[in-house]
């Protein structure tokens, strides 16, 4: 069984929440183990986050971005695209910063390939804007209603 969900939020701090809760709620329901539900959750988090900062600092850009997620068999994938001037030209995929330990801002896409097993970071061909995507391999609880077979 394959489970699917796509959002258009606002560019808001409070719609970073509102995500997460909807992820881990499916995941529960689906029976994945909470420790893969905790990660994913994380990462979605860094994502949005980072679309909410910087995905529409373009004059003219919608005040939204997309959230999709995935659950199909023993896969997760998330992604996340804004419409804002996307990530600096560089060859191949931007740089990730590593930031301070003790600096406020700066490690989430770092944080994100940390905790996801396949992480594509990029721009949306023509039209801008930045897409961060992961996936990870989902594990199960005994109980689960949705196990993969």
């Known amino acids: ?38 990660d994913l959750s994380v990462a979605l988090s860094e994502a949005c986050a980072n679309a909410v900062e910087h995905g529409g600092a373009t004059p003219g850009s919608p005040e939204a971005y997309r959230v999709t997620a995935y659950l199909d068999g023993e896969k997760c994938r998330i992604e996340v695209a804004d419409s804002g001037p996307g990530f600096p030209a560089t060859r191949g995929r931007p740089p ?36 961060v995507s992961f996936d990870k391999i989902l594990k199960w609880r005994e109980d689960s209603p949705l196990m993969a077979v």
């Open 96 to 131: 990730t910063r590593h930031a301070r330990t003790e600096a406020e801002n700066g490690r989430g896409l770092g944080l994100i390939q940390e905790l996801a097993d396949h992480v594509h970071i990029g721009n949306k061909p023509g039209r801008g804007g930045a897409v």
């Open 1 to 38: 069984m394959s489970i699917w969900w796509s959002l258009h939020l606002r560019r808001d701090a409070a719609s970073v929440p509102l995500a997460r809760r909807l992820l881990l709620g499916t995941m529960e329901t689906a029976g994945v183990d909470p420790d893969v539900s905790y």
